[in-house]
């Protein structure tokens, strides 16, 4: 079973600029998530989506940070403009429900400096 | 949400000898995972406890957990070099039947040969 593909692995841009992340999840899982780990740091979640459905963005900075999954498969995180702060590695997980306990798989991330 | 707390920080032991991580977290649970995360694998799934649970175990792996003092801990027996990893508690909050993980800051262990 293939696992949790992220692209691109690395990514370098200066403040102010905008970058996009991409995620596929494993086929057949209705639930991804979209996670920020600052170096020295547990991982945060961003957002998690049900099908193509947000269950949860309370802790996504919305004025600069967006993500959609519109087919309920891939999804793409967006940040525009980035600051500093957001140097990080943003990893994506997915799992067949994220009603009760399903076990969450991770991708291998993709770390973001900021310039 | 607050991340939780992971205690020691770094932990630096050898080959064959045995590893304790305690976690402490701040709010009602529905369970409690432990994650490890080294470049090789990325971040993967090691064991689930229950609320109502207080021990588990997994290979070598033993897990408990204190719902009254909020706290947990991971035992990992007879070390490997392999096991060289960051370790990670993460609590399952959520309140409206999704799972919602909230990680701790990690405990960094290094198992020398």
């Known amino acids: 079973e293939a696992g949790v593909a992220q692209s691109p692995r690395y990514k370098i841009i200066e403040k102010r600029q905008s970058v996009a992340f991409w995620c596929n999840p494993i086929?057949?899982?209705?639930?991804l998530y979209w996670y920020q780990q600052i170096l020295g740091q547990g991982p945060k979640l961003l957002i998690q989506?049900?099908?193509?459905?947000?269950?949860?963005d309370s802790q996504l900075p919305k004025d600069r940070f967006s993500a959609e999954r519109l087919k309920g498969v891939d999804s793409t995180l967006k940040i525009q403009p980035a600051k500093l702060e957001d140097s990080a590695v943003y990893l994506c997980?997915?799992?067949?429900?994220?009603?009760?306990?399903?076990?969450?798989?991770f991708g291998p991330g993709t770390r973001l400096t900021v310039l | 949400s607050q991340q939780g707390e992971e205690d020691p920080q770094a932990l630096s032991i050898q080959e064959g000898e045995n590893a304790t991580m305690n976690c402490s977290y701040k709010?009602?649970?529905?369970?409690l995972q432990w994650y490890r995360q080294n470049s090789g694998r990325g971040l993967v799934h090691l064991i689930l406890?229950?609320?109502?649970?207080r021990e588990k175990h997994s290979g070598r792996l033993r897990v408990t957990l204190d719902t009254s003092k909020k706290s947990s801990s991971l035992l990992i027996t007879a070390s490997r070099a392999a096991d060289t990893a960051s370790y990670f508690c993460?609590?399952?909050?959520?309140?409206?039947?999704?799972?919602?993980?909230?990680f701790g800051t990690g405990t960094r262990l290094l198992v020398s040969p």
């Open positions: 709010t009602s649970i529905n369970n």
């Open positions: 989506f049900q099908n193509n459905g947000v269950v949860d």
């Open positions: 993460a609590t399952d909050e959520g309140n409206t039947g999704f799972q919602k993980l909230v």
């Open positions: 997980a997915s799992s067949s429900s994220g009603r009760d306990y399903n076990e969450q798989f």
């Open positions: 406890i229950r609320s109502n649970e």
């Open positions: 086929s057949g899982h209705a639930t």
